[in-house]
């Protein structure tokens, strides 16, 4: 008897420990490219990231031209823009994959790397989009995505250092400030 309430008083202290570290890092699991490739979101820690749920038949879609700016102008200094369609506000993204990336690159010259439809929202949200939209995120915007086009910032350490809402233009003052403060922390 005195063995187990020492097991239960370890493993909550553990959990203790756990839950004061914070929430789990999102550059963490594998998610499928647009084109169906695991890819390990931790191939990504040491780059900002900016991870955008986006539609191709919405009204914030021509932030997909703002996107791939900001990309072209920044990825030598270590961004990555992650785009993740999403269906799930006004069905404004029914396409396959396939029929995704051909309208990206006709429409928008798109070539920061694009992954496979996901929930950003709900009991099948995407871990990514879980982790993003946790109350325990460290930032003050918190909560489910509202939109299409929400973007999340995070820092070369993986850590979500900021939230800007649908519209939040990519090439706005406080995201490029946002961005380029974050490229200069280096691994800080």
């Keep these: 008897m005195i063995h187990l309430v020492w097991v239960a008083l370890f493993l909550m202290a553990a959990v203790s420990v756990q839950a004061a570290e914070g929430p789990a890092r999102p550059l963490t699991g594998t998610v499928k490219s647009i084109d169906g ?8 820690t040491g780059k900002v990231v900016l991870v955008v749920n986006v539609a191709s038949r ?13 990309y072209e102008k920044y990825v030598k200094r270590g961004l990555v823009v992650l785009g993740f369609p999403c269906n799930q506000f006004g069905q404004q993204e029914p396409g396959t994959e396939a029929d995704i990336k051909a309208f990206c690159e006709k429409e928008f010259a798109v070539s920061f790397p694009m992954f496979s439809k996901i929930d950003v929202n709900g009991e099948n949200a995407a871990a990514l989009y879980k982790h993003l939209t946790s109350d325990r995120a460290p930032i003050k915007d918190q909560g489910p995505v509202k939109w299409n086009f929400e973007k999340f910032l995070l820092s070369r350490n993986g850590e979500v250092i900021a939230r800007y809402r649908a519209g939040v233009t990519p090439d706005g003052t406080n995201v490029t400030s946002a961005i380029e403060e974050a490229l200069a922390a280096g691994g800080k």
């Design 37 to 44: 490739q695991a890819v390990d979101l931790g191939s990504y």
């Design 58 to 70: 919405c009204g914030h879609t021509r932030q997909y031209k703002q996107l791939q700016e900001l």
